[in-house]
């Protein structure tokens, strides 16, 4: 809209007359035409040289740069990722190793304990076994060894009982055998 | 204060005159405006590209926002043949750009308001990519005034019209850029000048249209340096592409 509108006045102010600049557009005045051009030319070149020489080539050099730095730093990401799984499997491996290696070493350690436990064992059953032996021994010698002191314990306490009770004096070989026939005849309940 | 809103558009000499075999080639405030677009552009890409960082600070950022928008705004049109015109399209759509630029700030001088600046930009662009047309295909460059699948019978008229719109293109391509810089300073200027003639109780609504408008001339200045620039893209596409 706006700009129909102004190329309509520029239009008409082209029809009116082509040079009044004065009552219309400084623009159509051709006074200075040469010399916009002119300036127009030598300025742009001057600014299309330097911007295409110096300042374009830096800022692609600068873009680029940072396009292969980035493009470096993500395969540098990559390699080490890799890097990383690798030593990461590495160690799993270590780890399986080292486990499988307890076991045995648990498996082994264990198998020696129980050998040495079983013999040990076995030793001291066998000790203990003779030190039954000896005590049964001991016993039996013990049993009979009471049993005789009890018969002449038994006689004597017998012989007494009939002194004091009847007051007379019993042959001591009679009574021997009569305590020994009731100590044989009752030895079962004892021994 | 409520003068002519053409009057911010004279062109005046600065210093001596300067005339060369009778012409007069004064440097002027126009040529004042086209020298400070073109140190600012400079200035800007100087800092831009002085410390090649990895990670930009903002300057340069922003001046590798541009080469990347031009860049990738040339490959999409006119593809990879365009590479070679790469730093020709930078520089017309920088200096366009800030010239538009700088002719938004206050007393400033609009360098691309004036029809023959942006004529002669457009003339160049014309002749140049005819001249690469010519060159790239010879003679099949005339078939640009004959697109194919049309029936015969439109054919002649067809030719005739896409010869009138080839020719056409530097004056569009230069009306365009100038009215609309043109336009939009006028407005300015005439909302300005609203602003200074209803005084305090009365200025406020062209003040706030006043704001407004820096807002969408501000639009404008970028969208008609892209405009500018990716019109030549096309064209250039035309010349290295042939495929009518």
Not at chain 1, 151 to 172: D, F, M, T, W
Request: with cysteine.
């Amino acid at each position: 809209m706006k700009s129909f509108l102004i190329m309509f006045i520029a239009l008409s102010a082209i029809n009116t007359d082509l040079y009044a600049a004065e009552a219309g557009m400084p623009q159509l005045d051709p006074t200075y035409w040469a010399s916009q051009g002119f300036w127009l030319i030598l300025i742009f070149t001057i600014l299309y040289i330097s911007i295409s020489k110096f300042y374009l080539p830096k800022i692609k050099d600068n873009l680029d740069n940072r396009e292969n730095k980035i493009k470096e730093d993500l395969e540098n990401a990559n390699k080490f990722k890799e890097q990383s799984e690798d030593k990461l499997k590495e160690y799993e491996i270590i780890l399986e190793n080292a486990k499988k290696e307890v076991s045995k070493i648990h498996f082994e350690s264990k198998n020696i304990l129980d050998k040495e436990i079983q013999s040990k064992k076995d030793m001291i059953e066998k000790d203990i076994e003779k030190e039954l032996v000896k005590a049964q021994k001991d016993i039996t010698e013990l049993k009979k060894n009471s049993i005789s002191s009890i018969q002449k314990i038994s006689e004597n306490i017998a012989a007494n009982i009939i002194e004091n009770i009847s007051g007379e004096k019993l042959n001591e070989s009679s009574i021997k055998a009569a305590v020994e026939d009731i100590s044989k005849k009752n030895i079962g309940k004892y021994l | 204060m409520a003068s002519n809103p053409m009057q911010q558009f004279t062109v005046h000499k600065i210093g001596p005159e300067i005339k060369i075999a009778g012409i007069d080639l004064s440097f002027t405030n126009a040529s004042l405006f086209m020298v400070i677009s073109a140190s600012v552009i400079l200035l800007f890409l100087f800092l831009g590209s002085k410390e090649k960082k990895i990670i930009p600070n903002k300057i340069q950022l922003i001046a590798e926002m541009f080469y990347t928008f031009v860049a990738k705004m040339i490959s999409d049109t006119a593809g990879s043949k365009a590479k070679p015109y790469f730093p020709f399209i930078f520089s017309l759509f920088m200096f366009v750009l800030f010239c538009n630029m700088v002719g938004m700030l206050p007393y400033s001088f609009t360098v691309t308001s004036h029809i023959i600046v942006t004529l002669i930009m457009a003339l160049f662009v014309f002749i140049a990519v005819t001249i690469i047309g010519f060159l790239k295909h010879g003679f099949k460059y005339l078939s640009i005034f004959v697109p194919s699948g049309v029936p015969a019978v439109l054919l002649p008229l067809i030719t005739v019209i896409e010869i009138i719109s080839y020719l056409s293109r530097p004056v569009s391509l230069s009306v365009r850029l100038f009215a609309n810089m043109m336009a939009g300073h006028t407005m300015l200027k005439v909302f300005g000048g609203f602003v200074v003639s209803l005084g305090v109780l009365g200025g406020w609504l062209p003040l706030s249209f006043s704001v407004a408008l820096t807002g969408l001339e501000i639009l404008v200045a970028f969208l008609q340096a892209y405009v500018f620039a990716i019109l030549t893209c096309i064209y250039l596409n035309d010349a290295l592409n042939l495929h009518h």
